[in-house]
């Protein structure tokens, strides 16, 4: 034999084996879409024989993987695999060999095509089965397992191998990495941070305002109704329309995003539970918050820099009439002046300062040191990067901060992000006829089904999930100020370590960890904001500070004054666990005994950073500057479904905001940001 060509593909004569076999390797293996044909095309040298009979080419369980589509059902603790059969298949299924996670324990029913099987567990996973079949008329062939336990939800984690009477076998294989569970579900972000526990006690962000600066929002009835049942709280400003909203707000969010952000914040679905814990949650953190939905950034994601300012401003103007106690920013552009000298971070810095906790993306940019971004880079707000539970949702063991998340230092030396909340494959809802959905079908939860989740990745997701935190917080304690809750989220929060010396994770990368909604709640914790630095003299022009990072020319590493043990060469560290174990404050310097006052105070009068005091080489930013030249705010979600990231898998990039000394209305390039998408997976 010469050659043999499958499906278009060569494959060379040394994968023959002596029988006359062929042999595939797991990578070579044969992979078939639902409705595609099998075409085998055998090219030999001489071909002496023009018998039929004496030819024949037999598959294998080697040589065939059938794509099946993949879901969970939450309620029943099942998995199930659906895939054509179109008559193929008409036999007795003998056996079946499944594999699992071993945390998900025994299998309790296996169910073929609605009927339940009896079986007798064998070693070695096999599965003898009794009155298994397949009818001659059957499409589809669909097995459901039941497990005891569910503790995983990537299907890369299960597998089934069907065997038939006739010797044939059928190896099902997802298509897919999402997350499909249908009506009943649950979203497992709120279980991660342990949102779930203060829902159970009845917290639910009733009457604290949470104002959401993004695309708008659709009226999906899981947002516009609270868990009762009734008509939420919500207040629409459209400053793309320039007009307040009503019944036609539904048809405003045209991209896709803020809807995303909003249901992770406010979605008030109840969770079905896969695990039986007597524990009442919701699909969202915050369920019952008041929503003030502010409209800056059009269907493509983008905004002017005008727009932004008058989002915030808009949120601070009303803060007493809504009770707005939570800004959420999920956007962010490339610094491009010291943070005091942006507009934007001065307007948050009041909004601070007005009582409004306000809570920002750290940026989708990777992992490098100095990639987080406007607004993030404010040292006295709430700056959140992103962690992924690795599609194992009740498992923290092997969970990780992927490599999309933006980290610190800023360049002005302080660290962020401090806190790391889930982005990965967050399961949001997103209305029909948006810009994401029809241009990105392939991240719909389930398209069969009737609700409209999509599953995004990104700091954006991040953000909001901390924004519900803060709500819940307040509702709970409705006396206590910004700087009171950020302390308590950091004093809480589970640091990743390796041992009880060694971080998983650089501090530039996660913070302080991953935050903790249920012991939030209960810290005491108020001394961990610097005292030294005052946002009042920041406004006025009067002082500006540098944080405690500098660069240390001879070794590379960021180093933190007064802390060993923390230094960090800006390299992306990819490991994982999450431990509950945490190094104390003082060794984090974001408590006010961390480092001298006079080492971070930058007054007007003194002329600016000396050069052995800058974080960055090769860099010059004029201090007066408060100018963007070709960055742009970007809504921070990743739209993949894979659980790994590299960090230039980021769907928006550097979209161009153009602005001059004026300041006036200027609008982003879109170009630039469909050229991220081209490029995108």
């Known amino acids: 034999m010469r050659r043999i060509i499958i499906n278009g593909k060569r494959y060379k004569e040394k994968l023959l084996s002596d029988s006359g076999s062929l042999v595939f390797s797991q990578e070579d293996q044969i992979t078939l ?346 040292p006295y707000i709430i700056t959140v990067g992103a962690a992924s539970d690795n599609a194992t949702p009740f498992d923290m063991n092997d969970d990780f901060v992927p490599t999309f998340s933006s980290a610190g230092p800023t360049v002005e030396g302080f660290i962020k992000p401090e806190l790391v909340a889930p982005g990965s494959r967050i399961q949001g809802l997103i209305a029909e006829k948006t810009f994401i959905r029809d241009h990105f079908s392939m991240f719909d939860n389930d398209p069969f089904d009737e609700h409209d989740y999509f599953e995004l990745s990104g700091t954006s997701q991040s953000t909001a999930v901390i924004s519900g935190i803060v709500a819940l917080m307040l509702e709970n304690d409705p006396l206590l100020t910004p700087d009171e809750v950020k302390c308590r989220l950091m004093d809480t929060a589970r640091i990743a370590t390796l041992d009880e010396q060694t971080l998983a994770f650089s501090v530039f990368q996660q913070g302080l960890g991953l935050v903790d909604a249920y012991n939030a709640i209960y810290s005491t914790a108020n001394d961990c904001i610097d005292q030294t630095m005052s946002i009042a003299k920041e406004l006025d022009g009067e002082e500006h500070y540098i944080g405690p990072v500098r660069l240390n020319e001879v070794t590379g590493e960021f180093e933190i004054i007064g802390a060993e043990g923390l230094e960090w060469n800006g390299v992306y560290n990819d490991s994982q666990l999450w431990r509950k174990g945490r190094f104390n404050s003082d060794s984090q310097l974001w408590g006010n005994r961390s480092f001298n006052s006079d080492s971070q105070l930058w007054r007007h009068t003194s002329g600016g950073f000396r050069s052995n005091s800058q974080l960055w080489r090769h860099t010059s930013f004029n201090t007066d500057s408060q100018l963007w030249g070709n960055q742009g705010f970007d809504v921070n979600s990743q739209l993949w479904g894979n659980r790994i990231f590299n960090a230039d898998s980021q769907l928006w990039g550097n979209g161009g905001l153009r602005s001059n000394s004026s300041f006036e209305e200027t609008e982003f390039g879109s170009s630039s940001i469909q050229k991220e998408w081209t490029d995108h997976e």
Not at 86 to 91: A, I, L, R, T, V
Not at 131 to 144: F, G, R, S, V
Not at 179 to 199: E, S
């Open 33 to 378: 879409e639902p409705g595609e044909t099998l075409k085998i095309n055998l090219r030999f040298g001489e071909l002496n024989n023009t018998d039929a009979d004496a030819y024949a080419f037999k598959l294998t369980e080697k040589m065939l993987t059938t794509n099946s589509r993949f879901k969970f059902d939450a309620k029943n603790r099942s998995i199930k695999w659906s895939a054509p059969v179109d008559g193929n298949y008409d036999e007795d299924i003998e056996k079946v060999l499944l594999t699992f996670p071993e945390e998900s324990r025994k299998v309790k029913k296996i169910i073929i095509n609605g009927e339940k099987s009896d079986f007798k567990e064998k070693d070695d996973g096999f599965y003898e089965l009794d009155d298994a079949e397949i009818d001659d008329d059957d499409k589809t062939l669909e097995l459901e397992v039941e497990y005891e336990n569910l503790t995983s939800s990537n299907p890369s984690d299960f597998s089934a191998l069907l065997y038939f009477e006739n010797g044939e076998t059928m190896s099902l294989q997802a298509n897919d990495t999402n997350i499909v569970q249908g009506k009943n579900r649950d979203t497992f972000f709120p279980t991660l941070v342990r949102a779930d526990k203060l829902h159970d006690m009845g917290l639910t962000g009733r009457g604290i305002g949470v104002a959401i600066v993004d695309t708008g929002s659709s009226l999906l009835k899981e947002i516009e109704k609270d868990t009762d049942g009734d008509d939420k709280k919500i207040v629409y400003k459209d400053l793309i329309s320039k007009k307040d909203l009503n019944k036609d707000y539904d048809k405003e969010d045209g991209n896709g995003h803020g809807t995303h952000v909003t249901s992770i914040i406010a979605n008030s679905s109840k969770t079905v539970r896969y695990n039986d814990d007597g524990v009442e949650s919701y699909n969202g953190i915050a369920p019952n918050a008041d929503l003030i939905i502010v409209r800056a950034f059009d269907e493509l994601g983008a905004s002017t820099y005008t727009r932004v300012l008058e989002s915030i401003e808009y949120a601070i103007e009303h803060k007493d009439r809504y009770n707005i106690r939570v800004l959420n920013l999920s956007f962010s552009a490339l610094p491009t002046s010291y943070y005091w000298d942006d507009p934007l971070n001065q307007l948050v810095m009041r909004a601070w300062q007005e009582g409004i906790v306000v809570v920002a993306a750290a940026g989708n940019r990777g992992s490098g040191a100095m990639s987080v971004g406007v607004p993030g880079n404010t």
